[in-house]
């Protein structure tokens, strides 16, 4: 369990206070401190977390040094704001035990400290708007940072090559374009978990999300639909040619 943090010690008490109340515990909790100011690392450390300082300030930067320091074989993600229900962590792991194949598995959020109306807007344009526009580059669905799990071999494929410095840029999205097409991605509906929607409080900080986008997926221009199809479809054919040649 990773949770990057900056300068969230009231949020990340609530979150940590979700995840003791987990049906099925969480086997570790990685909180990393990325050199916040306030009581962020005290109030991991009283919950029992693993608390670890990452220097370099960003979302990427402090999630990518979490997921190098987690040790189990299954690697899930919150961020301080997140507040899972009680079965999140169950449901992971039955989604990833009854299906093997799955590599990532992930959900949407729920914005819980705004009005209806923001809260309707966020949840069904932008992360409903984000699932599908980006489900269409990738040819499946991307990983959601707020709300996800990854085998750790996953990660210790892809952590020499994402964009881990750049604290300009959305983490997900960046993790999600250097997976490789085969890499199964589950998205699940019914895996959810409540969110902040302090992002969207003000213009700019709305407008520099977007901007986070468009600058991420211009880092990766040969990260096409074209290019991702040709992949899986090469890759379908050898394995198929390798069936038929053992059969």
Known sequence: MVIPAWNDAEMLARALDALAAQLRPADEIVVVDNASTDDTAAVAAAAGAT?????????????????????????????ADSIPPIDWLMHIEAELTLSPEIDV????????DCNMVV????????????????NLWLTQSPIFGSNFAMRKAIWLDVRDHVHRNRGD?????????HLDPNVIVAYEPS???????????TWSGFSRRLIWAYRTFAMHPEQTPWHRAAIKRATRIVSDERDRRTA
């Open 119 to 134: 809260a309707f807007l966020g949840e069904t344009l932008y992360i409903g708007g984000f699932f599908h526009t980006v």
């Open 51 to 79: 608390v670890i300082f990452e220097p370099l300030q960003g979302i990427w930067p402090a999630a990518a040094a979490g997921y190098d320091a987690a040790s189990g074989d299954v690697i899930a993600r919150l961020d």
């Open 191 to 201: 895996l959810r978990v409540g969110i902040s929607a302090r992002p969207f409080s």
């Open 169 to 177: 840029i959305h983490d997900d999205l960046d993790l999600s374009l």
């Open 105 to 112: 598995i992930t959900g949407p959020g729920d914005f819980y």
